[in-house]
């Protein structure tokens, strides 16, 4: 079947432009993650969901940091006033959950450039 | 931080050869996992052991794991140029939610 997708696959923006990074997940996944990897902080956590709430958003940086989830499947992670910190590539996961431990599916990955 | 640490961050070996990846963790765990990455995008899973279990196999790779050391190894047997990636040891939050914290990472070339 289908896998986790995830668009764009590439975003260049502007400093203090607003984005949004699209995840669709493997169908019947109830819990989704965004990860992000950057070569100074290696692949850290951001935000996981369990069906269409965030019982953990530890990870964001700052609240310029945002997701949300719909109808327990597709995600958006939405950056405001991007900097130039925030240039990453961001991963999305999903597994089934919550009673794990389950292998996570990832997605190919948003690379995001802020200039 | 509880980024646990592999070592090396880089290895480099001929095809046939054998890789060896160390992982290093700081917490309590249920579990760890392995996985691969290519060309620093999307991960694939490669193998999840258990607290409980000391060794596990699946095909070419064994992971070790002594949670009295805090610490789990990867063998690659038999390499082959296109096991040339990044491998990534994964254990859970803190608090034993799904949500995984990953290593720093060793990145393998293997030469033909």
């Known amino acids: 079947g289908a896998g986790v997708s995830q668009s764009p696959s590439n975003k260049v923006t502007e400093k203090g432009k607003d984005v949004e990074l699209r995840c669709d997940p493997i169908?019947?996944?109830?819990?989704l993650y965004w990860y992000r990897q950057s070569l100074g902080q290696g692949l850290e956590f951001l935000i996981y969901f369990q069906g269409n709430s965030a019982p953990d958003k530890s990870g964001l940086p700052s609240d310029r940091f945002s997701a949300e989830r719909t109808g327990g499947s597709v995600s958006t992670l939405t950056i405001q006033r991007t900097q130039q910190e925030d240039s990453a590539v961001y991963l999305c996961a999903s597994s089934l959950g919550p009673s794990g431990p389950y292998e996570q599916y990832f997605g190919p990955g948003t690379r995001l450039t802020v200039t | 931080s509880q980024q646990g640490e592999e070592d090396p961050q880089a290895l480099s070996i001929q095809e046939g050869e054998n890789a060896t990846m160390n992982c290093s963790y700081k917490?309590?765990?249920?579990?760890l996992q392995w996985y691969r990455q290519n060309s620093g995008r999307g991960l694939v899973h490669l193998i999840l052991?258990?607290?409980?279990?000391r060794e596990k196999h699946s095909g070419r790779l064994r992971v070790t794991l002594d949670t009295s050391k805090k610490s789990s190894s990867l063998l690659i047997t038999a390499s082959r140029a296109a096991d040339t990636a990044s491998y990534f040891c994964a254990t859970p939050g803190l608090d034993y939610t799904d949500k995984l914290i990953f290593g720093t990472g060793t990145r393998l070339q293997v030469f033909p």
């Open positions: 917490t309590s765990i249920n579990n």
């Open positions: 169908s019947g996944h109830t819990a």
């Open positions: 052991i258990r607290s409980n279990e």
